[in-house]
């Protein structure tokens, strides 16, 4: 399934005005502080107001402004991980990952099966009863996947989803998002070239709102665009 989306959106003097597209392998997106990585997954996600959106991903209209088109967030089927994954420390796990059908339309009870559902499918069911605080770094980062994967989404938006994690939880954690990530659309903000390589991932370099360079690893290494690109890949 394709996917793609043109954005552009205004935050005070901040314009993000970007365009970009994938299929059901991961596309990562790039760039330094304030580049506009976080403000574009928040667009897709219909979090932050557009001036103009198209997202369209395989038949299904997202957001449209020439349509007329603009599906609110619960009705998108985007699953959504932000920055330090958002969890509620309030809930246990199964309440974590079952608020993510919060609006579905389904009884408690279905919704408590589907999250335990998903936390077996992502080998995680001994956690369901724990508290937030009791969990690693990593723990966090599967809890809010599957919190994210159990609306079932039609697109995946992960931000800096492992920039929390010390660095030999990160390398697991990149083989666990590599596995579960196969065959599904998903859009990764990241700062490590290593998440990208690891999701063999397509990469949009953000520079000041705009897309300075698209390419795999190896095109953006011979010919970076910038000393930004350079660095990041290592050229």
């Not at 991961?26 to 997954?41: F, I, M, R, Y």
């Not at 920039?163 to 998903?186: E, W």
Request: glycine residues 10%.
């Amino acid at each position: 399934m394709s996917w793609r989306a043109s954005i552009r959106a205004r935050l005070g003097e901040f314009v993000l005005d970007v365009e970009l597209e994938g299929d059901t392998r991961p596309v990562a997106v790039v760039g330094p502080n304030g580049s506009g990585k976080t403000t574009l997954l928040r667009a897709l996600a219909g979090a932050v107001p557009a001036e103009r959106a198209e997202v369209v991903v395989g038949a299904r209209v997202l957001a449209s402004t020439t349509r007329r088109i603009l599906k609110p967030m619960e009705e998108r089927r985007v699953g959504y991980v932000p920055q330090g994954y958002g969890l509620f420390p309030h809930l246990r796990v199964l309440g974590n990952v079952a608020f993510g059908l919060t609006g579905s339309g389904l009884a408690k009870g279905d919704r408590l099966r589907r999250a335990r559902a998903i936390l077996e499918d992502l080998n995680c069911a001994a956690l369901a009863y724990r508290k937030v605080h009791s969990l690693s770094g990593g723990e966090q980062q599967r809890v809010a996947l599957a919190r994210a994967l159990v609306v079932d989404p039609l697109l995946l938006l992960l931000d800096e989803p492992m920039a929390a994690l010390d660095v030999g939880t990160r390398r697991g954690v990149r083989g666990f998002l590599r596995d579960r990530l196969k065959g599904r659309p998903a859009l990764m903000a990241t700062h490590d070239v290593r998440d990208a390589v690891a999701l063999e991932a397509e990469i949009y370099v953000l520079h000041e709102g705009r897309v300075a360079q698209r390419g795999r690893v190896d095109a953006l290494r011979a010919a970076p665009a910038n000393e930004f690109v350079a660095e990041f890949v290592g050229a």
